[in-house]
Structures are given as C-alpha cells and as structure tokens.
T-cell receptor, first 112, second 115 residues
Framework: QQQVKQSPQSLIVQKGGISIINCAYE??????FPWYQQFPGKGPALLIA?????SEKKEGRFTISFNKSAKQFSLHIMDSQPGDSATYFC???????????FGQGTELSVKP | GAVVSQHPSRVICKSGTSVKIECRSL??????MFWYRQFPKQSLMLMAT?????????EQGVEKDKFLINHASLTLSTLTVTSAHPEDSSFYIC???????????FGPGTRLTVL
C-alpha cells in the first residue's frame, strides 16, 4: 500500500513532442504528489507538485494531471526539448512532514 | 527554492574507515532533514529522518550504528558512514523540509566510493 508505481521505465521523444509519464498509488491517505527532475550526478529538483483536491496543475510546459478515483497521476511535458533529458521521479506523501514515497523513475531522452 | 549544500561532493576512502558527509541549509531553517541513498539507475531510498535536537528515525533495514546521523542545528545535519565497506559505495543525498511547508529541497549529493 505504500508503493508508488511509475511507468514507463524509459522514454524517447522527439524534440517538440509531448512526454507523458504515469504513476499509480494505492494509499488513499496520500495528500501531496510532487514530481522531481534529476540530472546525472545531481540531486533531484522539484519540478511541480499537486494536492488531491485539484485535477490539473500547469506550470509552463509542465502539467500534472490527477485522477483521484483511479488513484493515478501523470506528468506531461509539452514541446519537449533536449535539455529536458533527465530522470523523472514521481512521489507521494502522507501528511505534512511525512516521508516521500518515490516511484521507480523514468529516464527521458529527447532527441533533436 | 531553497539552497542546500553538501560536502564533500565526492569522496574515496579505504575499507574500514569512517566518512562524514555534511548537509547545510544556506537560506532557511530546516525543522526536518532526510538522508537518502541512491544506487545507479535506481530510485531514492530513504535511510533516516531527523528533527533538530532529537534522535534520527531510521528506516527498516538501515543500521543506525553504521550510519550515524546528527542534526545539530536547524541548518546542519551530518551523516557518518562508520567502518565503510565497498557495498556502502553509493550516492548519498540529503533533503531538507522547512516547517509548515510541503517541499523537500534536495542537496546536490555526495558520491562515496569505498575501495
């Protein structure tokens, strides 16, 4: 019940295309869902986050879609660029100050 | 976002020695700090959570006597890997949480290689 399942494991997208990464969870007590971006040899950086009372959140080219009934959420990267090539992790957390449960990660490669 | 530093960024040590990794918050006071370990091509694995002035809470399977965590102040936490062995070689990352916020801010990570 504590797991967050992320797919796909790897993704190749052409420049200008849309990258879509999906996550699913079981624990309905989770109340915060962030996405992190990690470049090789660096720490993760917060990209965008959503709470379950909102179905969609957009920040620039990045959008989170959240489906509470299906217990799924996804990251959409519009107009994908080679600089977006990185590993993306979804996560879920129960309660403020609670620990983050991370998905397995998706290695995104955007081809020029 | 918040600025978090880690020192050193890379360390190579001999088997049996101890290594200390520092994690500092440069622009806010962190009520809670987290230490993660990440193996190549894998996800982040939480090792322990610490609150300033209290003992760290370790995740199941993490040896507290081997991975010593000290959250000495609201801006500094240290992780000491004692009697390091080659299997401890990994990428260690700290994360900070400011009181009343949702966001965990991650440090740049420390690459530990034990020979």
């Amino acid at each position: 019940q504590q797991q967050v399942k992320q797919s796909p494991q790897s993704l190749i997208v052409q420049k200008g295309g849309i990258s879509i990464i999906n996550c699913a969870y079981e624990n309905t007590a989770f109340d915060y869902f962030p996405w992190y971006q990690q470049f090789p040899g660096k720490g993760p950086a917060l990209l965008i986050a959503i709470r379950p009372d909102v179905s969609e959140k957009k920040e620039g080219r990045f959008t989170i879609s959240f489906n509470k009934s299906a217990k799924q959420f996804s990251l959409h990267i519009m107009d994908s660029q080679p600089g977006d090539s990185a590993t993306y992790f979804c996560a879920a957390r129960r309660g403020q100050g609670g620990k983050l449960i991370f998905g397995q990660g998706t290695e995104l490669s955007v081809k020029p | 976002g918040a600025v978090v530093s880690q020192h050193p960024s890379r360390v190579i040590c001999k088997s049996g020695t101890s290594v200390k990794i520092e994690c500092r918050s440069l622009d806010f006071q962190a009520t809670t700090m987290f230490w993660y370990r990440q193996f190549p091509k894998q996800s982040l694995m939480l090792m322990a959570t610490s609150n300033e002035g209290s003992k760290a809470t370790y995740e199941q399977g993490v040896e507290k006597d081997k991975f010593l965590i000290n959250h000495a102040s609201l801006t500094l936490s240290t992780l000491t890997v004692t009697s390091a062995h080659p299997e401890d070689s990994s990428f260690y990352i700290c994360a900070l949480l400011a009181g009343g916020t949702d966001t965990q801010y991650f440090g740049p990570g420390t690459r530990l290689t034990v020979l």
